[in-house]
């Protein structure tokens, strides 16, 4: 019984064995298919031989029945390089020279090879391929094509001291200026910016796409042969800024323009050229000269001096004995030699030691004073604008564009980081039949570089022989005394007193008014039914970015009692304010 039961028992687990075994993972039998390569197709694509006149708009499309398409490469083959092109697929190059482009890529602006001469037609093929997640790529596809192509054009567009030049005017004709040049932007001073632009309208005549550039700066040159610069005197030797992609490492870049700044004194010729998208440059590029000034306060500040005194005031002759509001020109005689002397007493009384230069004649006539060059306000820290006479307005300015000459000249010194300290009467209204009120624009030199607000004006024809202008009454804070009309002095003038000088309104807080009007007869002191009497006559501006300095006096200090050293104690005040920082 015992051996029959482990008989069975021997018999059980051999089953179970046998069972066990038999579910155990079968092995696979047969060959497993291969991968198979992807196809490719020109579509929507011009038929062979078509001639372009810009880089085409290819389009193909790669499927892959067992997987999907990941990339998709081409290559351009100039034609007297390809022979047959049957044959030339046994002899492609590596895929290191192919260009890869993303599998959704279907539609690839191609560059094809162009001549710069417009006459030729280059003859090409595109060889197209693409690749599956296999890594297998497909029969190489091709077809032929040409291209001609026409050079662009550049153009300066925006030039310093010139804006938006017509495309009338060759680039070679855009005559530069002279300009300042500092070592940084300020809050006043943007740089030398300049703007251009590539032109192609034969090839690409809906507008062209986004070409690149290359830009040169040479200098500087003398000064003295800036006339006679053309870009014939450009040499390698000479340049002195380039373009330049950092990402690519070319001189060849997108960028439409670039601000200059950092440069020497001396003359400098800008060139730059358009290149298409054949890679084909502008076989002329546009160019340009300018004369650039550094502050010698800032290049040589052991060279500079300390102030310039510009001769603005109009002088009226002795056979004119109608026109009232000026200084006679020979009585006493030789009068202007009178006034300059005045700011050599002034200047040299301070005992400071201070240098200046005394430009220009006296002006006689309608004339406007002339304006300094550019070199001789770069070489002084800050500049006095006497301008003693009535109505002229040598400062006139209505806006940057409109304004006159000596505005300009002044606007541009104080953007240089220049200090100016203007002396006179209706230096910044130059129109006889204004009287009252009236507004500085926003963009005009007194709002912007004097923050001065508006003016009230009494005109030429009313001055009348009783003097209105007594004298100028110092604020709490300032530290003048009361500066009264010298009448000595006044029989000098046409009208024998200064009559009503011009009164000012302060902007901002960042001015300071030193002196108020005071009338004779305070009570009945208005023009056209604007106030005078206590309205600011001497002030001072320091903007809050400190870039310049400035200061107006809307009366002649020359014609003020210095009997008891009044008018040497505010030339003393108001040098040092310049001079001392």
């Excluded at 078509?50 to 880089?55: D, E, G, L, P, Q």
């Excluded at 005549?205 to 053309?230: I, Q, V």
């Excluded at 960028?255 to 050229?273: H, M, N, P, Q």
């Excluded at 009208?495 to 302060?506: E, G, P, T, Y």
Aim: net charge negative.
């Amino acid at each position: 019984m015992r051996r029959g039961l482990l008989i069975l028992s021997i018999a059980m687990i051999s089953a179970l064995m046998l069972g066990a075994a038999g579910c155990g993972k079968k092995s696979l039998k047969g060959t497993p298919a291969g991968n198979k390569a992807p196809t490719i197709a020109f579509s929507n694509t011009p038929p062979e031989n078509y001639v372009f006149t810009s880089n085409p708009h290819l389009t193909w499309s790669g499927t892959d029945e067992d997987g999907r398409v990941i990339g998709y490469y081409y290559l351009v083959v100039q034609d007297d390089s390809v022979g047959n092109p049957a044959d030339y697929l046994d002899s492609l190059p590596p895929d290191s020279l192919w260009i890869n482009v993303p599998q959704e890529s279907t539609t690839v602006t191609v560059r094809f090879f162009a001549s710069s001469n417009e006459t030729d037609t280059v003859g090409q093929y595109v060889f197209v391929k693409c690749v599956d997640d296999d890594g297998q790529f497909s029969p190489t596809i091709y077809r032929r094509y040409s291209r001609v192509n026409r050079p662009p054009q550049t153009y300066i567009r925006i030039f310093p001291g010139k804006t938006d030049p017509s495309d009338s005017l060759p680039p070679d004709q855009m005559v530069g200026e002279y300009l300042w040049v500092l070592p940084d932007t300020t809050r006043v001073w943007s740089g030398l910016k300049i703007t251009w632009e590539g032109k192609d309208t034969l090839d690409f005549p809906d507008g062209e796409p986004d070409f690149d550039y290359e830009w040169n700066l040479y200098g500087p040159y003398d000064t003295s042969t800036a006339a006679a610069l053309t870009i014939a005197d450009t040499s390698a030797d000479l340049l002195v800024r380039w373009s330049y992609n950092d990402s690519t490492g070319s001189h060849w870049l997108f960028s439409k323009e670039v601000v200059l700044k950092d440069l020497r004194t001396g003359a400098y010729i800008f060139t730059v050229r358009v290149r298409d998208d054949a890679q084909v440059p502008d076989p002329t590029p546009a160019w340009n000269k300018f004369v650039l000034v550094e502050p010698v306060w800032i290049s040589s500040p052991d060279a500079v001096l300390d102030i310039l005194i510009i001769q603005a005031t109009q002088y009226r002759t002795q056979s004119d004995t109608t026109t009232r509001g000026y200084p006679r020109l020979n009585n006493p005689a030789s009068f202007p030699d009178s006034i300059r002397q005045f700011y050599r007493d002034m200047i040299d009384g301070t005992g400071v030691g201070y240098s200046y230069t005394i430009y220009g004649n006296h002006v006689t006539g309608t004339t406007l004073a002339p304006v300094p060059p550019i070199s001789v306000f770069a070489r002084h820290r800050m500049v006095i604008v006497d301008n003693a006479d009535f109505n002229k307005g040598d400062l006139y300015s209505p806006d940057a564009t409109t304004e006159n000459p000596m505005a300009g000249a002044i606007r541009r010194y104080l953007q240089a980081g220049g200090k100016a300290w203007v002396i006179g009467r209706q230096v910044f209204q130059n129109n006889p039949g204004i009287v009252g009120k009236s507004d500085y624009s926003s963009q005009s030199l007194p709002f912007q570089y004097f923050d001065i607000s508006y003016g009230t004006f009494s005109s030429n024809a009313a001055v009348s022989q009783t003097a209105e202008f007594m004298a100028a009454n110092p604020t709490p804070t300032s530290p003048f005394e009361r500066l009264v009309v010298d009448q000595t002095k006044c029989r000098y003038m046409y009208q024998f007193n200064l009559s009503k000088v011009d009164v000012m309104a302060r902007y901002s807080s960042n001015s300071t008014t030193l002196l108020t009007y005071e009338a004779i007869n305070p009570d009945t002191s208005y023009q056209d039914g604007w106030p005078i009497h206590a309205m600011p006559v001497a002030m001072v501006y320091e903007p809050s970015h400190g870039a310049f300095k400035t200061s107006v006096f809307t009366f002649p200090l020359y014609f003020m009692d210095n009997s008891g050293g009044e008018v040497q104690h505010v030339f003393n005040y108001m040098l040092a304010w310049f001079l001392d920082d």
